[in-house]
């Protein structure tokens, strides 16, 4: 079962534009990353908070993260035609005594040039 | 550094053929994962390896899908037989007990296709 669910399911935007992508969540968690996924790739790690913090910066990434209503948000500044992607939100999973990781169904995202 | 390696990259069989999947994760990595990917969706996890014991498979279809991590290190992860839902892009991912919580690197998958 997948618990993240990302909002869009898709996006399209223009170079230079923002992009805003968001997740929600089911159980409390520990920390939840977001990840990229480009076409007929594996996934890459981009970003993790911890669930005590509320924001944090990677280059042109910003993740927030808001406990209280199980949300977070990635933004991506000045995107670039390389950004589009699948993106991915995972939680921390350790419902059964198993660590795993859960992801949502994802947001796909076309930077056009 | 390489990275996760998985062969092959695609697959298409024919429905109630066996098929078998191999991962070599990165060197020093103790943790293994399987996850399929459906189209559309996120991964979901199939089975996670702490050294060679296999930790958590609850996600696995033991009637046909079976896995094994021998000696610590390489995975391979089989179907038999196949059926047309299988279909999926089946991906292995590494990560290590003293990186960052967690953090999981992934391998370009097998695109698997079931006729």
């Known amino acids: 079962s997948q618990q993240g669910e990302e909002d869009p399911q898709a996006l399209s935007i223009q170079e230079g534009e923002n992009a805003t992508m968001n997740c929600s969540y089911k159980t409390s968690i520990n920390n939840l990353q977001w990840y990229r996924q480009n076409s007929g790739r594996g996934l890459v790690h981009l970003i993790l908070?911890?669930?005590?913090?509320r924001e944090k910066h990677s280059g042109r990434l910003r993740v927030t993260l808001d406990t209280s209503k199980k949300s977070s948000s990635l933004l991506i500044t000045a995107s670039r035609a390389a950004d589009t992607a699948s993106y991915f939100c995972a939680t921390d999973d350790h419902q059964g005594g198993s660590e795993k990781l859960v992801f949502g169904k994802g947001t796909k995202l076309t930077v056009n040039p | 550094e390489a990275g996760v390696v998985q062969s092959p990259r695609y697959k298409i069989i024919e429905k109630k053929q066996p098929v078998a999947f191999w991962c070599n994760p990165i060197?020093?990595?103790?943790?293994l994962y399987w996850y399929l990917q459906n189209l559309g969706q996120g991964p979901e996890l199939l089975i996670r390896?702490?050294?060679?014991?296999?930790?958590?498979d609850s996600q696995l279809p033991k009637d046909r899908f079976s896995a094994e991590r021998l000696k610590g290190v390489d995975s391979t992860l089989k179907i038999q037989p196949a059926e047309l839902g299988d279909s999926a892009v089946y991906l292995c991912?590494?990560?290590?007990?003293?990186?960052?919580?967690?953090?999981?690197?992934f391998g370009p998958g097998t695109r698997l296709t079931v006729l």
């Open positions: 390896y702490e050294n060679e014991e296999a930790v958590d």
């Open positions: 991912a590494s990560s290590s007990s003293r990186g960052p919580y967690n953090e999981q690197f």
């Open positions: 060197s020093g990595h103790n943790t």
């Open positions: 908070i911890r669930s005590n913090e």
